[in-house]
């Protein structure tokens, strides 16, 4: 029996089209981009269409995941759209470059090797800029860390040390291994996430995806609990570089990394 049979997809047979929904002025309204995706999904599990990636910015909105709690929602009555993504509520805007890759993946879906692909692609993007970024144990997306725990600064205060693996229900021990940091519990700084990712997968084809800030106003953030994760931060590629990085800037280096971990990867079903 060959590797294709098993359910293996070979690198030598993945194709990857980008479709451009939207920057800038023309910013794509959240609604108006989700009934795309659908749309699309729908077309790419009939083998209509390849393997697709809609990249865009979004009109401002905050978006919850199907864990949200009601504590992690906006204090203010700030409008917030229920979806059926992993994950717990988020913000999506201007300055901010989303990717919605819809692809079909061999079955059942390894969801854990999809979040990882997606985290490479924004990792080798992130040393293009010359940011320093990694994974995070239990966490998905990008992250930069914290100072360690003997540069932080004594303030006093309230002590942030529980420890995400015991406390935290977002935390997902698949996201383990040697190529996550260990936590931060108590051990750095501030870590401060600069890309995340948010899935679903439905008839073994992938939809939602990743943000990944470049140059958005990160105070928007300031109404939520992000992710639902309470001992870290967010950050954009301009805060950490000190200039600004705009999404046209990114999206082609986006682009060339993720088709590049694509076409490099052999897409293997999930064991069972």
Known sequence: ????????????????RYVHLGFGADAVDYEEAWQEQRRVHAARFADEIPDTCLLLEHQAVYTAGRRTADNERPLDGTPVVDVDRGGKITWHGPGQLVGYPI???PRPVDVVAHVRR??????LTCADFGVEATRVEGRSGVW?????VDQRPALGGLKLDFDPRVEDEEFDPRLNGPEYAPSNAGQRREDRKLGAIGVRVAKGVTMHGF????????TSYDRIVPCGIRDAGVTSLSAELGRDVTVAEVTPVVEKHLRAVLESSVLLPRAV
Do not use: H, I, W, Y
């Open 211 to 218: 943000s990944f800030n470049c140059n958005p106003d990160n």
């Open 1 to 16: 029996m060959t590797a294709t049979s098993r359910g293996t997809t070979p690198a030598s047979q993945l194709r990857l």
């Open 118 to 123: 997606l985290e490479e692609a924004m990792l």
């Open 103 to 105: 692809l079909k993946l």
């Open 144 to 148: 930069v860390l914290g100072d360690p």
